[in-house]
T-cell receptor, first 110, second 113 residues
Framework: KNEVEQSPQNLTAQEGEFITINCSYS?????LHWLQQHPGGGIVSLFM???GKKKHGRLIATINIQEKHSSLHITASHPRDSAVYIC????????????FGEGTQLTVNP | DTEVTQTPKHLVMGMTNKKSLKCEQH?????MYWYKQKAKKPPELMFV???????INESVPSRFSPECPNSSLLNLHLHALQPEDSALYLC????????????FGPGTRLTVT
């Protein structure tokens, strides 16, 4: 079992739908990152959080430390949100290392 | 300037070639990272430099040789690579190591023939 697991692996939505991607982890963490990767490669850091909730535009990330679970929500989804979303955990002992989930491929159709 | 730049964008090299990948940031970050990413897989950490000193080498084969000539620049020297080394190579930086957000570059797509 991976230390960081994401679900679903693939997600297809219609434009305008509310989207949730889940991330569960089995280790104690100091921070959890949500990353976005578009086709062609470049990775954008969306959020780094260690408690509570963060919001940026149509994106919301939440984390529940007790349940070892984080969610990334996209409101009013748009085709340009189509990308791979990756959660990555940093543990207290891992220093600079991130443990990555396998990623969620999101496709938003017009 | 909040960018990490990488050159070249694409590189095709033979197994006997020597080439280098370059990464640059001007955000004053003191930690820089090399990752390797195969198709449909998450990135795998290769090396971390902290204050221009190599702090993590994830048992990477010696045909990959990192270099950090100054706090803004990170190179990855490639020699005698294998076809299975074909991948996207991503550079990232953060203000320091540890509990900081990492900023990623666009990557270099490497093909070894």
């Amino acid at each position: 079992k991976n230390e960081v697991e994401q679900s679903p692996q693939n997600l297809t939505a219609q434009e305008g739908e509310f989207i949730t991607i889940n991330c569960s982890y089995s280790v104690g963490i100091s921070a959890l990152h949500w990353l976005q990767q578009h086709p062609g490669g470049g990775i954008v850091s969306l959020f780094m959080l260690s408690s509570g909730k963060k919001k940026h535009g149509r994106l919301i990330a939440t984390i529940n430390i007790q349940e070892k679970h984080s969610s990334l929500h996209i409101t009013a989804s748009h085709p340009r949100d189509s990308a791979v979303y990756i959660c990555a955990a940093r543990t207290w002992s891992s220093g600079s290392r991130l443990t990555f989930g396998e990623g969620t491929q999101l496709t938003v159709n017009p | 300037d909040t960018e990490v730049t990488q050159t070249p964008k694409h590189l095709v090299m033979g197994m006997t070639n020597k080439k280098s990948l370059k990464c640059e940031q001007h955000m004053g970050h003191r930690a820089m990272y090399w990752y390797k990413q195969k198709a449909k897989k998450p990135p795998e950490l290769m090396f971390v430099y902290s204050y221009e000193k190599l702090s993590i080498n994830e048992s990477v084969p010696s045909r990959f040789s990192p270099e950090c000539p100054n706090s803004s620049l990170l190179n990855l020297h490639l020699h005698a690579l294998q076809p299975e080394d074909s991948a996207l190579y991503l550079c990232a930086s953060s203000p320091r190591g540890g509990l900081y957000e990492q900023y990623f570059g666009p990557g270099t797509r490497l093909t070894v023939t």
